[in-house]
C-alpha cells in the first residue's frame, strides 16, 4: 500500500474496535490485538473476573501479569506514532496544538528531533536554541510521502522513561525494557539486546507453526470421517422427512375419505329427520280436530233433551261418517326409520396391516439392496453407500448420496408432482432412465447420468443428526470503501433479492446484490435529517428501509434509493423517546417493533411514529436486543439474561428458551432472530459464535458456525435473512463480512 493510500484510510487503522472512537492509551494484548486502556477496564470489571481478560477480537482468553493491573500490559507504540500523525493529516482542516506554548495553530511545523509539533510563532524560538541547530523541522503544509516515511520510522519507546528508546529484554521480568529501567528497576537481572532476543522469538514461533501444521495434517482423516458420519446424518434426516411426508399424506387421504362417508350420513339422516317432522305435524293436526270433536259431541250430550239428539244433523252424520271409514288403528313404529349401518372394507384394512409403509433402499455399487428389521437408526450401511432420495430442485430431480453428492441428475422434464415411487433402469452404458407418473403430467421419463463414486462395505453403525449448513459464499472485509464494513450489525432483503446491511462502524448503509456486488450506500456519521450515529436494526417496508439510527436515539426511514423521509424518536425514558434501539422488525399489521435496549423494554409504533403499546411488563426484560412477531407469538432476544423469551399478542409471557452457557441450546449473548419457510427460529449465538435452529416450541434442532475467520466458521453472528432461494446471511460483527449458507 502506497503511503496516499494508507493516509486515506489511516482512520480505519487508529479506531478502537470496541468504542469506535480514536485510540486513547492502546495497549496491546498477546494476540497482538490492541484496544483503549479504558476500553479494557471497562470489560475487565462488566466480566468480574481480575486476573484474566478475554479479547473483543479473536476471542482469546489471557492472563493479565502485575495481578490483574491493566496498565502493565504493553502500549502499542505504533498505534501512538499513527495517532501523532492525525495532526499531519488534519492540518489544513484544523489546528494543531504546538508542543511548547500549548496553543492550537493551523500554521505549524513538525520537528523530526523533538518529535513535536512548533507553531509559527515559537518555532524561532526552537531554532535560536544553540543545542537544536542541527535540528529538522518542516512546515506541515509542506509534507511530502518521504517525510511521511520518516515520520513513522520512529523508535520504540519506554513506556516508564519517556523518550528512551526499548533495546534490551530482561529475562528475569521476560519484558522489554529500556537503559534507564536497566539501571534502575532491573539492575542484577540477566538482560539480552532487545534485537537478539526478538530473533530467538520468531524462531520459536516458526517451530511452533510448523509442529501445528504436521499436527493438522494427522487430523485431516479423522476430521474427514467425522464429516462423512455427519453427511450420512443429514441424508437419513432426507429420508425421515420424505417418509413423514408420505405418512401425512396416506393420512390425509384416509380422512377425506373419512369424512366423505360422514357427510353421507349426514345428509341421509336429515332426510329421514325431516320426513319424520312432517309426519308428525300431520298427526298433530288431526288428534287436534278431533279433541274439537269431542268437546262439541259433550257440550251435545249434557246440554241436548232426547228429541234434540234425534233431530237430523249434519254433524252427527259426518261423525258417523268418519266413524265407519276408519280402519284399525296403525301402528306407527319405524314408519319413515332408516337403519343406519357401517359396512368395513376389510379387504383394504387387511391390505393396510399386511402391506409396509414403504422401504429404505440403499445402493452401493449401483446394486440396489434393501435395509429391513429394526429401522433407519438401528440400519448397518455402508459408510459411502449412496442413500437413493429423489429431491426437487430447481434444476430438477436429484439423487444424492451419503456424502450429499449429486450422484443423478433428472433435467428436462415438466413433472410438478411425483406421485409415484420413480423406476431407475441401467442401461448398461454408464446411463439410467427414469420413469415415474406425476399428477400434472402423467408418466414422464428422463435420461441421467452418474457422477458419484461407491465403496463397498463398512461395519460402522450410523446415528441420525439434523441437516448440515454448507457455506456457499463470503463478501465484505474491513475497511470503509464500497463492499466493505467496520462492525456490521443488522440485516434485511428486499423482494428483488437486495441485501441491506447496518454497516454499523461505517455509520452507513449499504445495499448489495446476493453475490455480493455494491449497489449503493447512503448516509455518513452526523445528527442531521438522513445523517446516522452508529446504525444496529434494518428492515424494509412497503418500498421503504427503515433504519435504528442507535446513538442518536432515533428510528430513520429513507425510501429504497436511500432519500430521507422522516423521523421519530429521541433519547429519554417516556413511551416516545428511546434509548439506545437496536433491533428493528415489522408486525403483521405493518408497525415497527423496536428494541429499546437501555430502556429495557420493546415498543411498537405506527410507521409514522406513533406509539402503540408495549411488549411484556415492566421488568420483563435486562437488554432486549431484537423482537419478532411470528403466528400469534412474540419473540425476544434478551442479551442481558442470555435467553430468548416468548409471549401471545395479549402480551401474556408464556415461556424462555435457553439460559447462559456454550451447550447446546444455551446462549452467550443471543442477538438477532429470524423464523424460516419452515417455521424454524434462527437465533445469532454472538460470543458462542454460532447460530443455533429451534423449534417454536423451544425444542433445539441443530446449529452452524464456529470461533475462526476462515470459511465454514462463523465469528460473532449478529443477524440472519433468507434469499428467495431459500440459503441465509449471516452478518459477522468481528470478521466484518456477510456470508452465505445453504
Known sequence: MDIKTFLDNIYEHVCCPVC?????????????????????QRIQATSGIRDTILCPECRRNFTIPGNGDLNTLPTNFRLNSLLDALPVTECKTSDVKCGNCDKRRQESAYCFNCCSFWCHECLPLHKGIKSFKEHHALALKDFGDEDFDNFFKL????????????????????????????????????????????????????????????????????????????????????????VQKFTENL??????????????????????????????????????????????????????????????????????????????TVDLTGENVIDFAFERN?????????????????????????????????????????????????????????????????????????????QIHDNKDGSYKISYFAKETGTCQASVKVNGQHVRGSPFKTEFKPRLFKPVLSFGGRGSAPG???????????????????????????????????????????????QLNSVHGITFYDNKIIVSDTYNYRIQVFDDQGNYLHQFGEKGKLNHQLDRPSGLSIDRDGNIIVADSNNKSIKIFTLDGQFLRRIGEEGSFISPVHCIQHDNYFIVSDNGDHCVKVFDKQNKFLYKIGMRGPGDGEFKSPRCLSVDKAGHLLICDLLNDRVQVFKLNGEFITKFGASGKENETINGPMSTAFLSNGRIIVTEFYSHRVQVFE
Not at 27 to 34: A, E, F, G, T
Not at 287 to 306: F, G, P, Y
Open 484 to 530: 466493505i464494513f467496520v462492525w456490521p450489525w443488522g440485516i434485511a432483503v428486499n423482494d428483488k433479492d437486495e441485501i441491506a446491511v447496518a454497516d454499523n462502524g461505517n455509520h452507513r448503509i449499504q445495499i448489495l446484490l446476493s453475490d455480493g456486488t455494491h449497489l449503493r450506500s447512503f448516509g455518513r456519521k452526523g445528527n442531521q435529517q438522513g
Open 155 to 242: 523508535r520504540t519507546f519506554c513506556a516508564k522513561h519517556e523518550k528512551k528508546e526499548l533495546e534490551l529484554f530482561c529475562q528475569v521480568c521476560k519484558t522489554t525494557i529500556c537503559n534507564s529501567c536497566a539501571l534502575i528497576d532491573h539492575e542484577g537481572h540477566a538482560k539480552i539486546a532487545l534485537e537478539d532476543a526478538a530473533k530467538e522469538q520468531r524462531l520459536r514461533i516458526n517451530r511452533t507453526i510448523e509442529s501445528k501444521k504436521r499436527k493438522v495434517q494427522k487430523e485431516t482423516r479423522i476430521a474427514k470421517l467425522g464429516e462423512n458420519c455427519s453427511q450420512v446424518q443429514e441424508g437419513a434426516e432426507r429420508v425421515k422427512s420424505e
Open 346 to 422: 376389510e379387504q383394504l384394512f387387511n391390505d393396510v396391516q399386511a402391506e409396509e409403509l414403504g422401504f429404505l433402499k440403499i445402493k452401493t455399487n449401483l446394486e440396489e439392496s434393501t435395509v429391513e428389521g429394526k429401522g433407519i437408526s438401528e440400519g448397518t450401511v455402508g459408510l459411502l453407500a449412496e442413500i437413493v432420495v429423489i429431491t426437487r430442485n430447481i434444476m430438477g430431480e436429484q439423487v444424492y448420496d451419503q456424502n450429499n453428492h449429486v450422484t443423478m441428475e433428472i433435467r428436462n422434464h415438466d413433472a410438478q408432482d411425483c406421485s409415484t415411487k420413480p
Open 251 to 328: 393420512i390425509a387421504a384416509i380422512e377425506t375419505k373419512k369424512n366423505k362417508i360422514l357427510d353421507e350420513v349426514e345428509k341421509k339422516a336429515k332426510q329421514c329427520l325431516e320426513r319424520l317432522g312432517d309426519k308428525r305435524q300431520e298427526i298433530e293436526e288431526e288428534m287436534q280436530r278431533d279433541q274439537t270433536e269431542i268437546e262439541k259431541c259433550d257440550k251435545m250430550l249434557k246440554r241436548s233433551t232426547n228429541a234434540q239428539i234425534m233431530e237430523p244433523s249434519e254433524f252427527l252424520d259426518q261423525l258417523f261418517r268418519e266413524e265407519s271409514e276408519q280402519e284399525d
Open 20 to 40: 469506535t472512537n480514536r485510540f486513547t492509551d492502546p495497549k496491546l494484548l498477546p494476540c497482538l490485538h490492541s484496544f483503549c486502556l479504558h476500553c479494557l
